[in-house]
């Protein structure tokens, strides 16, 4: 279907889908059977400019929006979610700062994050707060010029892999929802190290491991914005970045249909491609149907967002719900289509599957994001 994008957005598609086919497909199954982080891929992304599409061009960047980083997401996580993902944590670990750093900071990062010199990471979850931030127990206490910062933080992407990290960290537990704040904490920070790289399910070449704090000193100035405002940043933060995951969910979920559409043409079975069984056409039907109402809703909502950045934590949960359950759905389906080839390490569907999985659960887990929706609502209703 024409989305009508401007020539701007299309090039952003074109050079996305070449990195995929080119640079991503290639290495997805090695880079997943080795459980290797793709640093090369990377670096050829960091080539074509690609870090920089959300930073405004002040600081470097392309100046891009919700919807450019969406279609780039698509097509890379066409390509693979955890080469996709680990693109995507840098955003995700840069937007903090975009969004409530002084200009002296957004200054000195931005333009590093842009040019790929610096790559960065997001920091909230711990062993005993996943959906329930408030519950983080990792303490930054301020001792006269330097911020002191202890606790555990678990499952962050691009751990040890990342130069820059963005850290939630209770600073007045007697302040509630206003006692955390963020803090950039650098690789060579002094007190700071990581736990071992965790064994995943799935998006195996991302690097998951945790972040641990131990008497660790950074300057005063490390301080996203100010003091208190570390729950509200986070929470703008994944308004804006939660339809890029639900683009890597439209980009899966095409991978997969795509699979599964060539297999159901050449598979012959009882003397007829398995495509002219009505069982089987009428899945594919419905996993393009699915797919297509998705991605007409994640760009509907990422062009909103260009427009609107307030008020926007309803659509946005919306997108990132539809679109990955649905490619959780039809990278299951493709499975199916395949059956047994499909189940096997020889085809990439299985892979897809296992990695459509964790799109339902990071960045809010899909129940959570059924929460914030029905919240909206019930704030809606009152008021009319
Ligand atoms: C591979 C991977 C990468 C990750 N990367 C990062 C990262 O870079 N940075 C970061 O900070 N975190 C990261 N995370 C953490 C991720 O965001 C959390 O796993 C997620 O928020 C859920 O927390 P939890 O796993 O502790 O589940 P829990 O919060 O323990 O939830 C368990 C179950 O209970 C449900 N549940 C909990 N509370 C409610 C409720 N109020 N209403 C309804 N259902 C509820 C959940 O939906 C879930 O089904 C990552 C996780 C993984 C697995």
New binding site residues.
């Given amino acids: 279907m024409d989305y009508f994008l401007t020539e701007e957005q299309q090039m952003i598609v074109d050079v996305t889908r070449q990195i995929a086919d080119e640079k991503i497909i290639p290495k997805r199954a090695e880079l997943d059977e080795k459980e290797e982080f793709p640093t090369d891929i990377l670096k050829a992304m960091a080539q074509a400019d690609l870090f920089g599409i959300f930073i405004p061009q002040e600081y470097g960047g392309y100046g891009g929006g919700c919807l450019e980083v969406v279609l780039a997401l698509e097509q890379l996580g066409r390509g693979c979610v955890a080469v996709a993902t680990s693109y995507a ?1 840098s955003a ?1 670990g840069a937007y903090p700062i975009l969004l409530a750093g002084s200009e002296e900071m957004k200054q000195h990062y931005l333009p590093k994050v842009a040019s790929s010199e610096y790559r960065s ?5 711990e062993a005993n707060a ?3 931030a408030g519950g983080i127990q990792t303490t930054a206490i301020l001792d006269g010029d330097e911020w002191i910062i202890n606790g555990t ?1 678990q ?4 751990a040890g892999e990342a130069d820059i990290y963005t850290v939630v960290a209770i600073t007045d537990r007697t302040k509630g929802p206003r006692g955390a704040s963020l803090f950039v904490v650098e690789a060579t920070d002094r007190g700071f190290s990581y736990g071992p790289k965790e064994k ?1 399910m799935g ?1 195996r070449a ?1 690097s ?1 491991r945790e972040l641990i704090f131990k008497d660790c000193r950074i300057p005063k100035n490390r301080l996203v914005g100010k003091v208190g405002i570390g729950f509200i940043t986070v929470m703008k933060t994944l308004d804006l970045s939660r339809p890029g995951i639900a683009a890597l969910g439209l980009g899966l979920a095409q991978a997969a249909l795509d699979e599964a559409v060539v297999y159901a043409k050449q598979r012959v079975q009882f003397g007829k491609p398995i495509i002219s069984f009505q069982a089987i056409a009428h899945m594919l039907a419905d996993m393009a149907t699915e797919l297509e109402a998705a991605r007409a809703l994640v760009y509907a909502v990422a062009k909103h967002i260009n427009h609107h950045k307030e008020g926007i934590s309803k659509i946005s949960s919306m997108c990132k719900v539809f679109a990955t359950d649905m490619a959780m759905k039809v990278t299951t389906d493709a499975v199916q289509v395949l059956a047994g080839y499909g189940y096997m390490r020889d085809y990439p569907v299985e892979k897809m599957m296992r990695d459509a999985k ?1 799109l339902q ?5 899909n ?2 994001q059924r ?1 914030v929706i029905g919240q909206e609502l019930n704030k809606e209703y009152n008021r009319n």
Avoid at 155 to 158: D, E, L, M, P
């Fill in positions: 944590a995700l990471a997001f920091a909230l979850t996943g959906s329930d933080k499952w962050i992407t691009n995943k998006i991302s998951t964790i659960i990071y960045e809010g887990t129940q959570i929460n």
